[in-house]
């Protein structure tokens, strides 16, 4: 959800350090290795799409892009008074993103942002995923607690899904299930997609407002990441706990590199990127704290060159207490977060 990290700034949110931040890589292992400016815009999630080489992030005044190979931007492709998710659909082209304002779902061409269609979803359309097996787009409704089913290829929503709660970011996991955070109850939900029902709920101690999660197929992991400052490894299957990890607080978004084991946490308030390398389901550990810039909470994965790109912005102070700050002009870019020549594996 947009700029959730401000709201808690504040309210005099205040951070204190843990003792895991001590344990770097040295030299590190990732660094900042460009800035690239854009004009600003408050934003939430972001994609890459492997296949054009694009990246898509959603943002007040519609979806921003980036060529990955020549660093040129399009600041609104696909213009809206609000986007959250964007969902590149694989080896089409084709390319689907939520409005948060208008509850719909535009579907465009990614290359021209020529819009294809229009869809009605739930009340305030969050994230959106891609599950697999049967073949639909989800979309996670805040306002109204459910799912949209969409058919990607008919481009027609065919059905909805009850939740227990107020959604956040889910993740799929393969034989027609998802998972998703709900985060009004610090849980997890167990979706049946096919079967367009809600199996379990799994619980998540400690966490308080879990945002982000991904799922490691290869440990049968759901990596769920919470406002207060922790990253929940859990057993997708039993819900047993596998690791709670020490991060940076207000995340909201967690970044799963599957071909190098590697877990990306951008954090808000603190302003850095918790970096943890997942070697099994009873080894996982906290590799670097990579400092970023407040408010970066959001983020893409190239599975590519394993480059992460944040955006990231400078704010003004707020006015009063829960009435967002501005971006200072032209402080809006997104950082180029790659593997560091210098550093040990």
Known sequence: MYMIWLRRATIGLCFVAYAGQAAQSNPPLFRVMQHIAAPAALWDYAAVDDDARRLYLGRVGGVLTLNLETGAV????VPSALVHGVLPIDHT???MSTNGEANTVTVFEGSSGRILATIAAGKEPDAIIYEPISGLVVTTNEGS???TLIDPRRRIAIGKIALP???EFPAAAGHGYIYDNIESRNEIAMINVVQRRVVRTLPLPGCDRP???AYDALDDLLISVCHNGVAKFVHAKSGR???TVAIGTVPDAVLFDAKRRLVFIPCGVPGWLNVIAVRSASDIHAVQTLITQRGSRTGALD???????????????????GV???IVPGSFEILVVAANPAGTP
């Open 145 to 147: 607690h459910d799912l």
């Open 241 to 243: 706990l596998a690791a």
């Open 303 to 321: 599975p590519k060159t394993g480059k992460i790109y944040l955006p990231a912005a400078r704010f003004t102070a707020p006015t009063r207490p």
């Open 74 to 77: 399009v600041s609104a492709l």
């Open 211 to 213: 945002t982000g999660l």
């Open 93 to 95: 082209g084709v390319v």
């Open 165 to 167: 709660g107020k959604p």
């Open 324 to 326: 967002y700050p501005n």
